[in-house]
């Protein structure tokens, strides 16, 4: 109904207007309905009961095929054009739009079942100062909601008030952004007053402005104004339906946007109904063919003209024509006759076998055991069943990395420590031994507060921490002391840590397990049990991270008194600010630091200062000068921090994995061998974009070059990216020569090419979404798409859902080539729904990407198996059947106009009419169906052998419009050898009593016995692979043949159905005769050998690596699969992305009173007096979420402070 509504809108003058700006009351119903919001009921069907069989016959009929098969049978209802039965077409139109009906609404029904299933969801809604429990479709904007733990959030809320201390909320966004990891909310501070008192929440009246529904998910801006006071709220105050509350009892919200106007809907853009290049060229293929069939007709109606004016009237006096018919009107109605005797040029059995053989390749999918992850019992899942062929053609992969390429797992695995490695295993002649799930594991048994989920392989560190190795244990110390984990002790020894990333979680559970415990912490103290033994350390400053830093740092005093700066950062960081003591172990530990990134790893390096009492005391005076100053009081700040964290005693570095998904690196390596280019589209930052680059193999040592564009002006990003394509290719034109052409149905779509550039040797790509935002502008993007198609490897880095898309459809407008896009969460549907095939992850990473995908599965590694084996099979399976399919038909079809020359252009048809109807439906339908599904030209194990066998897919080698010219040409000699031998064979022959056999009834019996052997042997030199279900079918279909034919020419049938079977005795009468058989020998051997030969000397002369492969097969055996060898260690020299990545701020709320304690402590004099720090007027300070730290970036850094709670 919508698709009705929105095309006959506008012509009913009903436009409606753009919002503007979204203006609303808390608690005000009646006002909030005058603006007519979309309320909270979600709607993804397309269909209702009413508007079903109107809509879905109107899309059916778009088609082309059914509109003219519908033609068809009209003109098949006139008793003076119809020379055959109307109901021929009818029935077999009638099953294709029922089968099609049927399959549409099921999937409709479904998309109701799971809007229900929403829409019904319940919650507590604040309704006439009570909270009652309503369905989720009946929330209002305006309207104020509770949540509790661990419940999704309804739609997207304005955050008032939570259980939690500083009105924090921590919410799970993987249904957003696949990201696991925990964001933290935070409500103003004069709405958080309010709790969660009944009273005070109904009384609430405050009035919100704010912008548009829109699909941006890190971006909110609006203004809440409350008792003539404006507030500003942005995306921190906003929690978006999509998400999970976690670790909050409860939290009240304010709903802003509801249904279809909330962000994760918005984010899910329309469902575009895609359809594969094949789909396309058969469009313009059967309008070459109507355009055919519409001149062989005029032929053939002139032919009769001509005929009745020389010939035609010497009938006359035995045949007299109807009245007031002459011989220009027989021509035209022969025009229209042999319109419906030849329309099996185009028969509607290809249609229906068409979307048989993609069900059955679907299925297929469905059914590999390949593909099906045991560990979350997921299969790969075909959710459509039209695009499988496409799959054969992918060139271009557009991938997410969170959730997608990587697990979202960290992981610590290895260390240096003073100096010495650890992580690594040898085994007795020195050889690095690859660590796998049955390699030995640390056993921790003896630290009661150890998490179970901790694997570590190398026992000499555990060693050399209980041997009580100084450095080793001020190492673990400081992982269990620097950083802002809060920590959760529900049951006595039952530890959980909320870390803010996943790769500081990662780190101090390490620091755990290896006896250096985190245990609590309040605003002032830390406290850690080491080796068993409890400590409480007091928490002087944390130095906060920032963009700019790139290191944290914490000055701890232990109970014996003496004052400690820990500190870890990036590497290249820390390095200017250490000892001139500590050269000699800097060396050391960049030599270990070049073997961590060499393995992908993301890298810390961590140091120590002791500090002096009386430095100290003086120090905290400065700081609390500066940080209470009026003027340039960051870069006082900022200088005050670089004075105390100098001449720093280096302990070691550390190497967090940031766990790839299994086989990730392979199975990339094997898609750039079938020659399919790979771009990341991540929101992630650059740092932990490249390393994953550097983790999968993308980005390599070897590249000559690896490009780097993050300009912040149009210039300089044009710039930039100019001087790379001049670095790639010198000889490169200034300007893209861009191809205009025309194409698709009456060519009246304009299509825009740019050509490929060569390039020699290999190049990487990384831009930033700054960058990106001006390279996507109109005067740059040809210049953006040409240097980035010439690297093997682009990453870009900081996109939004929005740039994501807008990649997609730059390569599809301009490279003409086949997309493919993969991600896991709600930002990456717009980027899945532009290309032309879309996967969705379906991990515990959120179900948002799979609900809008083609195809989805569990883990990345399976999209090589989608892809080399089923995909390339499909598109194999879908041009055998369409080369075959014309050619069986055009081949039939061209017999009957060369019988016009010789039945005076009458429209008879040369065959009998049960072998016309019959011969599409029952004679031909299975064996090519049998070929179409089961057939492939190699195995799966030669198909990954052999990744190149996917290139003719991506060139359109196997079904083009040459291709389906050369197919007319074969039908064309083939009807002329079925024809015309038959017809010499049959003219004056007599049988072996003297009696004439050549009868039309006789001819048509020879002429379709030799069609439909001839048709049974092409079909078995096409295929490649047989089957007991090929064979079956193949001789099951001529036995048909014979046995039908046999029954229906039989004495019995004419008696019972005398004007339906006039074909009497013809059967028995022929079939007996020693020169039938011998015509259809010859027949047959005329039309097949010429392709033998033909086939033959191609492949000795031009073979085609399929040929080659298929040839290595009979010679070879079975290539093993391929064993798995520890990965050579390379030795990096870039330095990997330090494992950090936090959010500006966060060390205010650590040390932040209010954030962590609700139970007085002792009383201890501020350490650092900062009156007018939001914190001490307890305002919540601004907080930003991981994905927003790029882009203050370029903005002077805020350090946190290092003040303590007052």
């Known amino acids: 109904m919508e698709s009705l509504t929105s095309y006959f809108g506008p012509l009913c003058g009903k436009v409606e207007k753009a919002e503007e700006e979204r203006h609303f009351r808390a608690n005000d119903r009646p006002f909030n309905l005058s603006y007519h919001y979309a309320d909270n009921a979600i709607k993804t069907s397309k269909y209702n009961l009413f508007t079903f069989l109107p809509l879905n016959l109107f899309e059916q009929f778009r088609r082309l095929a059914n509109a003219y098969f519908l033609f068809l049978m009209v003109l098949q209802l006139i008793p003076q054009v119809s020379s055959l039965s109307w109901f021929t077409t009818a029935v077999p139109l009638f099953l294709v739009l029922t089968i099609t009906a049927v399959k549409d609404a099921s999937d409709d029904i479904n998309r109701h079942r799971s809007d229900k299933q929403v829409n019904n969801r319940m ?87 704010c912008e548009p529904p829109n699909n941006r998910l890190d971006k909110f801006r609006g203004t809440l104004s409350l008792d003539g006071q404006t507030y500003s709220l942005d995306n921190d105050k906003v929690l978006l339906r999509g998400c999970t509350l976690r670790n909050t009892e409860w939290c009240f919200g304010l709903v802003i946007f509801g249904g279809p106007d909330t962000k994760l809907m918005q984010n899910s853009g329309k469902t575009t109904f895609k359809r594969t290049s094949i789909d396309h060229l058969m469009n313009v293929l059967v309008l070459c063919i109507f355009g055919f069939l519409a001149s062989m007709c005029a032929v053939l109606a002139i032919g009769n003209g001509i005929w009745e004016m020389r010939e035609g009237s010497v009938f006359t006096i035995f045949l007299p024509r109807e009245q007031g018919v002459n011989a220009a009107l027989s021509s035209f109605l022969s025009f229209w006759s042999y319109v419906i005797v030849l329309n099996t040029v185009v028969p509607i059995s290809l249609y229906v076998s068409v979307e048989i053989i993609r069900l059955g390749n679907s299925f297929f999918i469905d059914w590999d055991r390949k593909m099906y992850y045991p560990k979350n019992d997921t299969p790969a899942q075909a959710r459509t069943t039209t695009l499988n062929e496409e799959l054969g053609q992918i060139k271009y992969i557009f991938s997410d990395k969170t959730g997608t390429l990587t697990q979202n797992i960290m992981t610590f695995n290895k260390c240096s420590i003073n100096g010495k490695a650890y992580g690594e295993l040898f085994d007795f002649s020195g050889q690095r031994v690859e660590i796998t799930e049955k390699s030995e594991r640390v056993d921790f048994s003896w630290n009661q507060l150890a998490d179970p989920k901790f694997f570590f392989h190398d026992h000499s560190l555990v060693e050399t921490v209980r041997e009580g190795n100084p450095e080793a244990q001020a190492f673990f110390r400081l992982l269990a002391l620097c950083h802002t984990v809060m920590p959760e002790e529900k049951k006595e020894g039952e530890l959980f840590y909320q870390a803010q990333s996943p790769d500081e979680g990662a780190l101090v559970t390490a620091a755990r397990n290896f006896g250096f415990v985190f245990r609590s912490r309040t605003p002032e103290t830390i406290t850690a049990v080491e080796m068993g033994r409890q400590v409480d350390y007091e928490l002087l400053a944390v130095l906060d991270f920032n963009n700019v830093r790139k290191r944290m740092s914490v000055i701890v005093r232990s109970p014996e008194g003496k004052l400690t700066l820990y500190c870890k950062g990036a590497d290249t960081i820390i390095y200017e600010r250490l000892h001139p003591s500590c050269n000699k172990l800097m060396e050391v530990t960049t030599r270990h630091l070049n073997e961590y990134a060499g393995d992908g790893l993301r890298t810390l390096v961590l140091a120590y200062k002791d500090l002096d009492e009386s430095y100290m005391d003086e120090w905290k005076l400065r700081h609390h000068e500066a940080s209470t100053a009026m003027g ?34 392979q199975t990339i390596e094997q898609l750039a061998k079938a020659d399919i280019k790979i771009w990341v589209l991540t929101g992630d930052k650059q740092e932990t974009a490249e390393n994953i680059g550097y ?16 300009a912040n002006t149009a210039e300089g990003v044009k710039e930039e990216l100019r001087n790379a394509r001049r670095i790639m290719c010198p000889d490169s034109a200034e300007e893209p020569s861009v191809i205009k052409a025309r194409a698709g149905l009456f060519w009246l779509q304009k299509t825009e090419r740019v050509e490929d550039e060569k390039v020699d040797g290999d190049y990487g790509l990384v831009i930033n979404g700054h960058s990106l935002a001006f390279a996507l502008d109109k005067d740059l993007h040809l210049e953006l798409l040409r240097t980035a198609c010439m690297c093997q490897t682009v990453i870009c880095c900081r996109v939004t859902p929005l740039q994501k898309a807008q990649v997609v459809q730059l390569v599809k407008k301009y490279k003409q080539a086949v997309t493919l896009a993969i991600g896991d969460g709600a930002n990456d549907v717009s980027m899945i729904k532009a290309a032309h095939i879309g996967v969705g ?88 169906l049998g070929m179409s599904i089961f057939d492939q030209d190699v195995n799966d194990r030669w198909s990954f052998q052999y990744p190149q066998l996917y290139s003719p897919g991506q060139l359109n080698l196997y079904f083009s419009k040459k291709a389906f010219v050369r197919c007319m040409m074969h039908s064309c000699y083939s009807s002329l050898i079925l024809f015309f031998i038959p017809w010499a064979a049959m003219h004056d022959t007599v049988r072996d009593d003297g009696k004439d056999i050549a009868d039309y009834q006789s001819f048509a019996l020879l002429a379709q016995t030799c069609l439909l052997i001839v048709m049974s042997v092409q079909l078995c030199l096409d295929t490649s692979y047989w089957t007991a279900m090929n064979q079956f079918f193949v001789w099951g279909s001529l036995a048909a043949y014979f046995a039908v034919t046999l029954t229906m020419y039989s004495n019995g049938m004419f008696l019972i159905f005398t004007s339906s079977f006039p074909f009497i005795g013809t059967a028995r009468n022929s079939l007996i005769q020693p020169n039938v058989w011998l015509t259809i020998l010859l027949t047959s051997l005329l039309c097949i050998l010429p392709v033998v030969a033909f086939r033959f000397i191609l492949i000795q002369l031009r073979p085609t690596a399929n040929d080659k492969v298929r040839h290595k097969v009979r010679k070879e055996a079975l290539p093993a699969p391929a064993p798995r060898r520890p990965p050579t260690r390379r030795i990096s020299t870039r330095r990997s992305g330090y494992a950090f990545s936090h959010a500006q701020g966060y060390g205010d709320l650590v040390t932040s009173r209010r954030f962590l304690l609700k139970l007085p402590l002792r009383s201890r004099p501020a350490l650092f007096t900062q009156t007018d720090s939001p914190l001490a007027q307890n305002q919540p300070q601004h907080y930003r979420t991981i994905a927003e730290e790029a882009e203050d970036s370029q903005s002077p850094p805020r350090t946190g402070g290092a003040a303590a709670a007052q």
């Not at 870069?635 to 190497?655: C, M, N, P, S, V």
């Not at 983790?695 to 993050?710: D, G, P, Q, T, Y």
Request: hydrophobic share 40%; with cysteine; aromatic share 14%.
């Open 123 to 209: 919650v507590d809604v604040l309704i006439d100062g009570e909270l009652r429990n309503e369905k989720w479709m009946n929330v209002q904007v305006g309207d104020i909601i509770k949540l509790e733990n661990n419940q999704f959030v309804t739609a997207d809320l304005m955050l008032l008030s939570s259980s939690e201390p500083l009105n924090l909320v921590y919410v799970e966004t993987a249904e957003l952004d696949g990201e696991t990891n925990l964001k933290v909310k935070q409500a103003l501070t004069v709405t958080g007053d309010m709790g969660d008192s009944t009273d005070s929440l109904a009384g609430f009246k405050g009035e919100v402005r």
């Open 632 to 665: 340039d009081r960051e870069e006082r700040l900022d200088e005050l921090y670089e004075e105390i964290e100098k001449d720093l005693q280096l302990l070691g570095a550390t190497a967090v994995e940031d766990k790839l998904q299994d086989g990730v690196p």
């Open 695 to 710: 983790s999968c193999n993308m980005l390599r040592e070897e590249m000559k070059e690896i490009f780097v564009v993050a």
């Open 841 to 928: 992850i379906s991990g515990q990473e959120g179900m948002q990407a799979v609900l809008s995908s083609d195809y989805s599965f569990a883990q990345f590694r399976y999209l090589q198996r989608l892809l080399l084996v089923h995909g390339r099979w499909s598109y194999l399976r879908m041009c055998k059947f369409l080369q075959y399919f014309f050619y069986k038909n055009f081949t039939f079809t061209f017999v009957h106009f060369w019988y016009a020359f010789f039945c005076g252009f009458s429209a008879q048809t040369v065959y009998d009419e049960w072998f016309i109807t019959l011969y599409n439906l029952v004679y031909t339908a299975l064996p090519v």
